[in-house]
């Protein structure tokens, strides 16, 4: 069966540090890849999807960007945090269009 | 722009009663709907989804109904219970894009 991993489930980080978020599926090939943030009044929000290694597109300008180094595996960075990085970060993939996967999410908070 | 909206932010129902969560969409090319529930601190899990070839769909407690001419849809639990308290987004995926609503966050109370 296919399941997605994200880790850390929760991280605090100072203004100015890096982040990295790692997101692996297992138990499929070529998945669409996505990291969603969840904001107050926003719902999920997409921020990046991929839909091969190396393919990102960009939903949002943001302080972050994503990386798809290997097939299953996707991760969003920032080389600075800022405060209103603070959230929740999702990591989802799709085996098509009609539903999509979640992982159990990371709550990022910066102080 | 907001391609699927929840306008109701939250909700309060007593167990034993109907809750109705309620979503709005304006693209009317999507064809295909999904409602997520979400506990906190975790990922939103599927509950329920509903093509639009159909009007209806039940699982269990859940139905969800698609009205294509209001460009709406609702999700109805019956009967509620303490543990369908949780924030549930409508999605509508389209291309490489899921839209989410805001979420309606519900509270079940005993």
């Known amino acids: 069966s296919q399941t997605i991993h994200q880790w850390p489930a929760t991280l605090v980080q100072p203004v100015g540090s890096p982040l990295s978020l790692e997101c692996t599926v297992e138990?499929?090939?070529?998945?669409?890849l996505y990291w969603y943030r969840q904001a107050a009044g926003r719902g999920l929000q997409l921020l990046f999807y991929?839909?091969?290694?190396?393919?990102i597109s960009s939903e949002v300008p943001q302080n972050l960007s994503a990386s798809r180094p290997q097939d299953r595996q996707f991760i969003l960075s920032s080389k600075k945090l800022l405060l209103s990085d603070s959230g929740f970060y999702l990591c989802?993939?799709?085996?098509?269009?009609?539903?999509?996967?979640f992982g159990q999410g990371t709550r990022l908070t910066v102080v | 722009d907001q391609q699927v909206k929840q306008n109701s932010p939250s909700l309060s129902v007593q167990e034993g009663r109907i809750s109705i969560l309620n979503c709005d969409y304006t693209?009317?090319?999507?064809?295909?709907f999904l409602w997520y529930k979400k506990y906190p601190a975790e990922g939103p899990t599927f509950l329920i989804s509903?093509?639009?070839?159909?009007d209806k769909n039940e699982d269990g407690r859940f139905t969800v109904f698609l009205n294509k001419s209001a460009k709406h849809l609702s999700l109805h639990i019956v009967p509620s219970q303490p543990g369908d308290s949780a924030v549930y987004f409508c999605?509508?995926?389209?291309?490489?894009?899921?839209?989410f609503g805001t979420g309606t966050s519900l509270t079940v109370i005993p």
């Open positions: 989802a993939w799709t085996p098509g269009d009609t539903e999509a996967f």
């Open positions: 138990g499929t090939s070529n998945p669409n």
């Open positions: 991929s839909v091969g290694i190396g393919q």
């Open positions: 693209n009317s090319m999507f064809d295909y």
């Open positions: 509903i093509s639009s070839i159909k």
């Open positions: 999605a509508a995926p389209t291309g490489n894009q899921f839209y």
